[in-house]
């Protein structure tokens, strides 16, 4: 990647003339500083030729803005009963890769003995959830694609208790916009509430036919096959509701913000 000094002015002959081409150095900067790859095209990226794109804060406005944009874009086609493709047993991915943003011998050990579920927010019954408790819910199964912003998907099978189930038992107000997640791992990410609501998102607690492996989240992770992999957290520990978007660890960096799929 090329330093910003390094980048060419526009020639001379085309002064006046705003080229793409010309700023093409700078427009792969401005996409890998961002990590904005899934949501900005080249034509997006091309409203940027108004810019002095060696003023990082004038582009970073013009990114966030767009960003926010596609959200509100995404946000109005989500349908809340729109259903992620389901698959056969046959067809599960195996071994299933890990992901995160460290390396799988990091991944935390969590004694599922005394972890407890934090709830706190807009919601009436605050009281932390065990393991067992969790388990006494309906659960629900599926097999869904993961999809990772790196370009890989793989196949999996996962059962936990639907997320709308649990915002129900806790009394939270569904009206509100946002529900969040913290992490053992330091990850936190949140999702819009009809995406919380959706009936496919759900709180895994096996993968397969067994309690979650630790690379793959244990004890509780975050399903949600109608959004890319990163907007799935494993290690969960809090969960709460809230009217402001708390983000997320690589939302925060420039990753979409809705990232559906």
């Given amino acids: 990647m090329k330093d910003k000094e390094d980048i060419k002015p526009p020639r ?11 700023h093409h150095p700078a427009l792969l900067n401005v996409q890998r500083r961002l990590m ?18 060696q003023d990082n804060d004038s582009v970073d406005k013009v990114l966030w803005a767009m960003s926010r944009w596609n959200d509100r874009v995404q946000a109005l086609l989500f349908r809340s009963q729109k259903l992620a493709p389901t698959y056969a047993a046959s067809q599960i991915t195996n071994p299933f890769p890990f992901n995160a943003f460290y390396d799988e011998f990091n991944a935390p050990d969590i004694d599922g003995s005394d972890w407890k579920l934090e709830v706190s927010g807009l919601v009436s019954d605050k009281r932390s959830w065990t393991l067992e408790r ?13 999809i990772c912003i790196e370009g890989w998907s793989a196949i999996g099978q996962w059962s936990g208790v ?3 189930l649990f915002l129900q038992a806790v009394g939270a107000d569904l009206t509100a916009k946002y529900v969040g997640f913290k992490c053992a791992d330091r990850y936190y990410s949140s999702l819009d509430m009809p995406t919380a609501l959706h009936p496919q998102t759900i709180l895994a607690l096996d993968f397969g036919k ?10 509780l992770k975050v399903r ?12 969960v520990v809090a969960i709460f509701v809230s009217n402001q ?17």
């Fill in 245 to 261: 978007n708390p983000g997320g660890y690589w939302e925060d960096q420039g990753y979409n913000w809705f990232s559906g799929i």
């Fill in 224 to 235: 949600v096959p109608t959004k890319l992999g990163f907007k799935n957290p494993k290690h």
């Fill in 134 to 146: 969790l388990r006494a819910l309906p659960q629900a199964a599926q097999i869904t694609r993961h």
């Fill in 162 to 164: 639907p997320l709308s």
């Fill in 12 to 22: 001379p002959e085309k002064a006046g003339k705003i080229l793409l081409a010309d």
């Fill in 36 to 53: 904005l790859r899934s949501a900005l095209s080249v034509g997006a990226l091309s409203m940027l030729s108004g810019c002095d794109l």
């Fill in 210 to 219: 067994e309690a979650l492996p630790t690379q793959y989240g244990y004890p």
